[in-house]
């Protein structure tokens, strides 16, 4: 697998995103690549158990046709249903370990800069798709992932046992992960790899034991109260914009854990009809973080108490509505000893620990895996950055995604290579 392959795919994926849940041209191309390899395809309405998936909010005939006009492959298009994501399975015939892999495949829901330094203005590969953009490298996650696809299939003949390659979708805002943790196709492995690419390190280096993953929870929480004339008779009302700002204003004044980090931020709030009508519906969007599960459960138990207390003092009624969740992640030690000593051989330089600071619904999947006796861990692939991640003028390092497939395939190797019978 060339790194020219690799880039072509990397830059047809960044010049046509898919946000979360709505992945269904990204999904397609796996799927037809994988197949035509010789996988055994599972798609997400098989995959992922669906009373687990939050923040989904699609209109699939739309989208498909959305896809369908920018180059889904056709067949596979008429055969995803209304979920996204896939898994291809690769047995080899011959007994031995379950081995997966998962790369994410949403895009971020960022418009994509269109100043002329920026790299993918310059090549033509930027996005098409306003208001979506690859700006976390999920786009490259992808490239790796069909890449060690083809580099895997060509390796059967000295393998043992099976692989499994999960293309999960909406990671972004820690959407998927759980329900496809919960579907039940990881019970049966022994060890899973997961990936970033360039969070906190530069091309050539690889992070084996990226730590300080937070726990969070996504919400959103709807107030209803009753419009009134707001000269008339106001006192008919009941304002539920004033309860949404009131419960905002107290959610930023949450007092922060003595025992760890926490953090909460609302992104959006909006509501209202008109200057002189009392507001009867208000909506605000917004997201907790902490160290640790029970600092995050803190948290968010603090949100839940703050809507109760100003719904009741404005008289309105309100529901809450997780969008998305993530819990902590820790690699299995014996994994990431055997992990360094194959990233040596590959040339690339280790650090042992540093922290990734932010939120992955990967972890989910880790512990589903760990739960079961097997092991996981989580690494990360550095690149150079043009910007930070989430930036509107982000880009990497193309480069480090050929180091990605020979690093991951020769885990696979070493974990599942067939010993040759000696002659004589």
């Not at 953009?133 to 046992?161: E, P, W």
């Not at 969070?216 to 949404?244: C, I, Q, R, W, Y």
């Not at 809507?307 to 997780?322: F, N």
Request: proline share 3%; aromatic share 6%.
């Amino acid at each position: 697998m060339t790194l020219e392959h690799l880039i072509l795919w990397r830059r047809d994926l960044h010049r046509l995103p898919e946000a979360a849940w709505k992945e269904f041209r990204t999904t397609s191309l796996i799927a037809h690549h994988l197949s035509e390899l010789g996988y055994r395809i599972v798609l997400g309405d098989k995959l992922l158990a669906s009373n687990l998936m939050m923040g989904r909010d699609v209109d699939v005939a739309a989208e498909k046709a959305r896809a369908r006009r920018q180059g889904a492959h056709p067949d596979w298009l008429e055969r995803i249903g209304d979920v996204t994501g896939l898994m291809g399975e690769l047995d080899t015939g011959r007994p031995g370990p379950t081995l997966a892999f998962r790369f994410d495949i949403d895009a971020v829901e960022v418009e994509e800069s269109d100043a002329e330094q920026h790299q993918p203005q310059q090549e033509g590969f930027a996005s098409h798709n306003k208001g979506w953009m690859h700006a976390c490298a999920h786009d490259g996650h992808t490239a790796i992932g069909m890449g060690l696809a083809s580099q895997l299939m060509a390796m059967k003949a000295q393998l043992c046992g099976r692989i499994k390659l999960f293309f999960q979708p909406a990671e972004e805002g820690c959407r998927g992960g759980k329900a496809l943790a919960a579907g039940g196709a990881l019970d049966d492995v022994d060890a899973l790899l997961s990936l970033h690419i360039g969070i906190h390190a530069g091309s050539g280096e690889l992070v084996i034991n990226p730590t300080e993953f937070l726990c969070s929870t996504k919400f959103d929480v709807h107030f209803m109260g009753t419009a009134a004339h707001a000269g008339l008779e106001p006192n008919a009302g009941s304002n539920a914009l004033a309860a949404a700002c009131m419960a905002t204003t107290a959610m930023l004044g949450i007092p922060r854990h003595r025992d760890g980090m926490t953090r909460i931020n609302i992104g959006q709030l909006h509501g209202g009809s008109g200057r002189n009508v009392i507001p009867d519906h208000a909506e605000l969007h917004g997201e907790t973080r902490g160290a640790d599960s029970t600092l995050n459960d803190y948290m968010f138990s603090q949100v839940q108490r703050i809507v109760e207390g100003t719904a009741l003092a404005h008289g309105v009624t309100y529901r809450i509505i997780k969008q998305g969740e993530a819990i902590a992640l820790d690699n299995s030690p014996a994994l990431q000893t055997e992990l360094a000593a194959l990233a040596r051989k590959q040339g690339l330089a280790t650090i042992q620990t540093r922290r990734f600071g932010a939120s992955e619904d990967a972890g989910f999947l880790m512990e589903r895996v760990q739960k079961q006796g097997g092991e996981a861990a989580y690494l990360i692939l550095g690149a150079d950055l043009a910007a930070p991640h989430h930036h509107n003028e982000f880009d990497f390092d193309e480069r480090v995604m050929q180091s990605g497939v020979e690093l991951l395939a020769a885990w696979a190797r070493a974990r599942l290579g067939v010993t040759e019978p000696a002659q004589g």
